[in-house]
């Protein structure tokens, strides 16, 4: 696999920004490739799937990009006053990897997924534009976000009120909400997963059985581990292999 900084201007937020891409370097590989957008958690950014994980060799032989970008601390959200990171995830992001490298630039060839944070704005973006992504991934999201006050994580703080309001609970940006309002026929391949000591364990638990309630086909499972990295190198291997048969990609 060879690996990349793509270093771009982002016109969604208003200045330069980067992402990581990992991509195969195999003449063998059939082309067009398919792309796994993998986002990071909140005190992170675009370099720290690739310093805490071995996801270059786990997508070894694939024909699978994997691109991770910086989503800052916005949720991959169009903040209400902020950046807008939706937007520069689906259009700037994507845009620049559809134009620049050999994918398949249409839904049967994207995959999105990511931890925490990056879990949320996975699902999130995974079912908000169903049209764009095929598979769908989270560990450990922070997926009841929107309507969770009770930990040290939560949106009434003066940060992520600036992004989401006072009211976001069944608002625009909750998957709960979302998730109501998709068409079944078109919800993308998707898997949860949480570690039992998570202290997110709850929102994925309400999340399963909101998806249950609404009888939209969906994994979900729980794993010792707690919300560190030794859990998410060891489960995103989890999630390529779910990208790779929802994908239906072939190993060289």
Request: charged content about 25%.
């Amino acid at each position: 696999m060879a690996f990349a900084t793509i270093n771009y201007f982002s016109h969604a937020l208003q200045k330069a920004s980067s992402f990581n891409i990992v991509f195969p370097e195999d003449a063998h590989l059939p082309r067009p490739w398919s792309v796994f957008y993998l986002l990071h958690g909140l005190s992170d950014d675009h370099t720290i799937w690739m310093r805490r994980t071995s996801i270059e060799r786990y997508v070894a032989g694939l024909p699978l990009v994997v691109v991770m970008p910086d989503g800052g601390r916005g949720f991959y959200t169009n903040a209400l006053e902020g950046l807008a990171y939706e937007d520069d995830l689906i259009k700037n992001v994507v845009g620049v990897v559809d134009r620049t490298f050999p994918v398949k630039a249409e839904r049967s060839g994207r995959a999105i997924g990511g931890l925490s944070m990056g879990g949320y704005g996975a699902v999130k973006l995974g079912l908000k534009h169903h049209e764009m992504f095929g598979s769908v991934t989270s560990h450990s999201g922070a997926l009841a976000f929107c309507r969770e006050t009770k930990h040290d994580l939560n949106w009434s703080t003066p940060e992520f009120l600036r992004i989401f309001g006072k009211a976001p609970k069944d608002g625009r940006e909750d998957p709960f909400k979302i998730a109501e309002s998709i068409d079944h026929g078109r919800v993308p391949a998707l898997r949860i997963d949480c570690g039992k000591d998570d202290f997110l364990i709850e929102q994925n638990r309400a999340f399963h059985k909101h998806l249950e309630s609404l009888h939209i086909t969906h994994e979900y499972e729980e794993f010792p581990g707690s919300h560190d990295w030794a859990y998410w190198d060891l489960h995103v291997r989890d999630a390529i292999a779910f990208h790779v048969k929802s994908l239906n990609l072939k190993k060289a």
